[in-house]
């Protein structure tokens, strides 16, 4: 058995917050991980065809989000199959338990793999693991579960459930309610179902869902046969749930492609949010991120963060994938904090954190604000990258130079020790090209690095600045640990405790 407590101990003497050692920045030798990721060649985001298999956010956007009409159908027809109708899980654990939260997963390169390690070693005593977001890039296909979800987890003694994100509803939510709920495909729909002008132009270019290879899935099923693996029965019931346990209860929401919840799901979520017990949300879209603030509009009126933020309810934590690093606002609701969280960063490439500004959102205290890997690792980190790329050594700015830049931007005091550090001219230009500092005539270059360079930016090299959480759960307390997976062995062999957070039950 591990001590979780114990490691947590240790994991926070190694933490990015403490040295660059425990960011993963002398990184003398990479982890065992990379002796499990298959010998595939993965995919590229830099790749036209990728890119085209993605195409479906942009006619969401531009057309409209077909993914709660379809949603609706996947529900119906699971309860014709005879699930329980209020989608709830019962779980057999007791008052005191544990669980693994991992989101936006599925990129199958050895980012994702050098998270397994240490989920394995923290997550070993957990009674199961919630994917949030985006089990599968780049487009949610069935037949990628394999290098995907089941071999990279064949390890991980427990149950494994999730909620889809936007890059599983590119397939349609085929593969995803194949896998977790064992559902079979819906009847093909017909493409004029798709269309919301008279042109037709979403129903033209929309990408239809992949037939699924049914006999490789049952050879990648056995990757995790074990009973200990499998999930209650009957199967997840559906793309959304209710998970009940004897303390608390989990429910999990599907945002579809563009973070809305149907009519329909909206009216399930107000129902079982009425249940007395104290609540967690996952969901695929955080509601606060960066410094912004995205409540989720639900059909027909309302948000999902009405629901959380009803004193009625209960909510006292509510955690989103889609972005792909940590984050953590403590929102005061009234006379108690709601715990906000995002939780991307368990195998996706890496959103810069260095392009959030001070924080001001919901009237958080930067000072209270918490994110993974620092602002300041993260300027250090994609300066390096980009001046190996574009053969430019003066845009490389150190962990030192990057953490006392981001300090003087933000007006805080650096998270980690660092020596006396002056700025130069040099630097506040390697830093404004990335976004880290303001340009003259505030031209948005920082906005445009987040949504576009970043994305752009796949790296197979340590550090990663990869992260998971584990959450444990009393009667009294929930206590949620971030603990980061930087690729390195040392931080491999011992989990930095990036964050830790105890929310009262009672």
Not at 373 to 397: I, T
């Given at each position: 058995m591990v001590d979780v407590g114990r490691a947590a101990r240790r994991g926070r003497e190694v933490s990015s917050r403490?040295?660059?050692?425990?960011?993963?920045?002398?990184?003398?030798?990479?982890?065992?991980?990379?002796?499990?990721?298959?010998?595939?060649?993965?995919?590229?985001?830099?790749?036209?065809?990728?890119?085209?298999?993605?195409?479906?956010?942009?006619?969401?956007?531009l057309f409209g989000d077909p993914s709660g009409q379809a949603r609706a159908r996947w529900v119906a027809a699971q309860l014709e199959r005879g699930v329980d109708p209020s989608l709830r899980v019962p779980m057999d654990v007791g008052p005191e338990f544990s669980f693994l939260l991992l989101?936006?997963?599925?990129?199958?390169?050895?980012?994702?793999?050098?998270?397994?390690?240490?989920?394995?070693?923290?997550?070993?005593?957990?009674?199961?693991?919630?994917?949030?977001?985006?089990?599968?890039?780049?487009?949610?296909?069935?037949?990628?579960?394999?290098?995907?979800?089941?071999?990279?987890?064949?390890?991980?003694?427990?149950?494994?459930?999730?909620?889809?994100?936007?890059?599983?509803?590119?397939?349609?939510?085929?593969?995803?309610?194949?896998?977790?709920?064992?559902a079979p495909a819906l009847e093909q729909e017909r493409r004029r179902g798709f269309r919301m002008?008279?042109?037709?132009?979403?129903?033209?270019?929309?990408?239809?869902?992949?037939?699924?290879?049914?006999?490789?899935?049952?050879?990648?099923?056995?990757l995790r046969a074990r009973p200990e693996q499998r999930t209650a029965q009957p199967a997840q019931p559906g793309p959304y749930w209710a998970m009940e346990t004897p303390s608390l209860l989990i429910v999990g929401v599907d945002t579809g492609i563009h973070g809305d919840l149907d009519r329909e799901q909206g009216r399930w979520l107000r129902e079982v949010s009425r249940d007395p017990r104290p609540k967690v949300l996952i969901t695929g879209k955080p509601i606060y991120v960066r410094n912004d603030y995205k409540p989720s509009r639900i059909e027909g009126g309302g948000t999902i963060d009405d629901v959380v933020t009803d004193p009625a309810n209960n909510y006292v934590a509510a955690i989103g994938g889609d972005v792909h690093n940590y984050q953590r606002f403590p929102v005061r609701v009234g006379d108690r904090t709601i715990q906000y969280i995002v939780a991307g960063g368990s195998g996706a490439f890496m959103h810069a954190t260095h392009t959030t500004p001070r924080i001001t959102v919901g009237g958080v205290n930067e000072d209270d604000y918490r994110c993974?890997?620092?602002?300041?690792?993260?300027?250090?980190?994609?300066?390096?990258?980009?001046?190996?790329?574009?053969?430019?050594?003066?845009?490389?700015?150190?962990?030192?130079e990057g953490l006392a830049l981001m300090s003087r931007q933000i007006g805080n005091t650096p998270p980690r020790d660092i020596g006396p550090v002056p700025i130069t001219r040099r630097m506040r230009w390697a830093a404004r090209i990335l976004g880290g500092w303001p340009m003259p005539l505030r031209l948005p270059v920082g906005k445009t690095f987040h949504r576009y360079l970043s994305e752009l930016s796949d790296w197979d090299t340590p550090p990663f600045f990869k992260s998971f959480l584990h959450v444990s759960v009393t009667p009294a307390s929930l206590r949620i640990r971030c603990f980061a997976a930087t690729g390195c062995l040392p931080q491999e062999m011992e989990p930095p405790l990036e964050d830790e957070v105890e929310i009262p039950l009672t």
């Open positions: 403490v040295s660059e050692e425990g960011a993963g920045w002398s990184c003398a030798q990479m982890g065992t991980f990379r002796a499990l990721v298959p010998d595939r060649k993965t995919f590229s985001w830099l790749s036209p065809r990728v890119l085209w298999k993605s195409r479906n956010q942009v006619l969401a956007g989101g936006d997963t599925g990129e199958g390169d050895l980012s994702q793999y050098a998270v397994v390690p240490g989920m394995l070693k923290i997550g070993a005593d957990t009674a199961f693991a919630v994917i949030a977001s985006d089990v599968i890039y780049p487009a949610g296909a069935g037949d990628e579960y394999e290098d995907k979800f089941f071999r990279p987890y064949q390890d991980y003694r427990a149950p494994i459930y999730a909620v889809p994100g936007n890059h599983d509803w590119y397939d349609g939510l085929g593969g995803f309610m194949r896998v977790f709920c064992e002008s008279p042109s037709g132009v979403r129903g033209t270019l929309w990408r239809e869902p992949e037939a699924i290879d049914e006999v490789r899935l049952t050879g990648a099923r056995k993974y890997p620092l602002r300041g690792d993260s300027l250090s980190f994609y300066s390096k990258l980009y001046s190996e790329r574009l053969r430019m050594r003066w845009l490389y700015l150190t962990p030192e």
